[in-house]
């Protein structure tokens, strides 16, 4: 089986944590804050605070803009649920505005329209490494003096007009074993804001800056130096990961001619890191996908079900049509082109495809 997923895990990484390991210092740490610095540099950011997962990045990240009960946050229903969720935790409602058929990305025409009184922040999700429309996303926000929260959770390393995501709002990552990079479990939030800053490194440590002094409600949202020393590695390592991705992908965008599969665009002034490569076909999705599995091809449907039609979302209330996230829900079928990858499994991808 071709997986649509897999960690590369190397020497480098084994004896990083070992050193950890053997150093006595096996929680927050020297190594974190190595790793918070590296990534803050990467990112092109003044600030970066890492913490456990990619959930606790967005939530903390909602917590340090004060965003609470009575707000409400503009994002995408066309995601995975943590986006939503980290909404909830705070009190605040999400709002979802649909998506642009051809990024699967939240669509800036139709934010304006669900812009209330009540309306704190917009956070668009970079989904699959490519990335939303910042340039119209920042300016509905600064028209509307609204706070712009990325989810970057699968975009480390994707640029807008050659800027890194998560420099242009309050940037959050995760590092989930699938994603372009991980630590095990593990997220960064990254801004040029101070303050911010430093309300998120409280938050995820009890409200505490001085240990056993609490100034607010805080949570343990911390990363380990195991995590970090490997977060290490890897950061050093992306740049290639994500040559291979984008190598990859556009190995299949050539290889796969088949007048029923949409291959995915790139955007002008985009730089698409491919978390996912992701197909659309328009009928018999659950038909291709069996054939796929069968003949060794690892695939994913990220996602099936938009957010506002899960039941959670549906029980609180939520029953609004949003028909291209919908539509698309049915349509996706990833495949993985994550860099272990060979051109042999390539060109065998494509040609089950195009036989199809
Ligand atoms: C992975 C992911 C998250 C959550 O990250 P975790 O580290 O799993 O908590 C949030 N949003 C998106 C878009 C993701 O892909």
Redesign the pocket.
């Known amino acids: 089986m071709i997986p649509i997923a897999k960690p590369i895990i190397g020497d480098e990484e084994r004896e990083a944590v070992l050193e950890v390991l053997n150093s006595g210092i096996i929680a927050q740490g020297p190594r974190v804050r190595e790793f918070e610095l590296a990534f803050s540099e990467f990112t092109g950011t003044e600030f970066a605070i890492a913490v456990n997962?990619?959930?606790?990045a967005?939530h903390i990240a909602l917590l340090a803009h004060d965003i609470g009960r009575g707000d409400e946050v503009i994002t995408t229903p066309f995601?995975?649920i943590?986006?939503s969720n980290s909404i909830l935790f705070t009190g605040a409602r999400p709002v979802f505005v649909d998506i642009e058929e051809e990024t699967f990305n939240i669509d800036p025409d139709r934010i304006q329209e669900r812009i209330t009184g009540k309306t704190r922040a917009l956070l668009p999700?970079h989904?699959y490494g490519h990335p939303a429309d910042m340039r119209a996303i920042m300016e509905i926000a600064e028209d509307h003096e609204l706070l712009v929260i990325e989810?970057a959770?699968?975009a480390h390393g994707a640029e807008f007009n050659g800027k890194r995501v998560g420099s242009f709002g309050t940037g959050c990552f995760?590092?989930?074993p699938t994603?372009n990079m991980t630590t095990s479990?593990?997220?960064m939030i990254t801004t040029d804001d101070k303050r911010i800053a430093e309300r998120a490194r409280m938050l995820r440590d009890h409200g505490s800056r001085e240990r056993y002094i609490h100034e607010i409600l805080g949570f343990n949202l911390r990363m380990t130096d195991i995590s970090a020393a490997i977060g290490l590695c890897q950061l050093r390592k992306l740049p290639e990961f994500n040559r291979r991705r984008i190598e990859n992908a556009q190995t299949l965008n050539r290889l796969i001619h088949n007048e029923r599969i949409i291959t995915p665009r790139i955007r002008e002034n985009c730089k698409h890191v491919f978390h996912q490569y992701t197909i659309r076909v328009t009928d018999d999705r659950d038909r291709i996908v069996n054939i796929l599995n069968e003949k060794g091809i690892g695939t994913g449907i990220y996602y099936p079900i938009p957010i506002h039609k899960q039941k959670l979302y549906k029980d609180l209330g939520y029953n609004e049509t949003l028909p291209v996230s919908e539509r698309l829900a049915n349509e996706v079928i990833s495949l993985p082109v994550h860099p272990s990858v060979t051109m042999e499994n390539l060109e065998y991808i494509s040609s089950v495809l195009n036989g199809l």
């Open positions: 997962s990619g959930t606790a967005l995601t995975f943590s986006t999700v989904l989810d959770c699968q995760s590092f989930y994603k479990e593990g997220g």
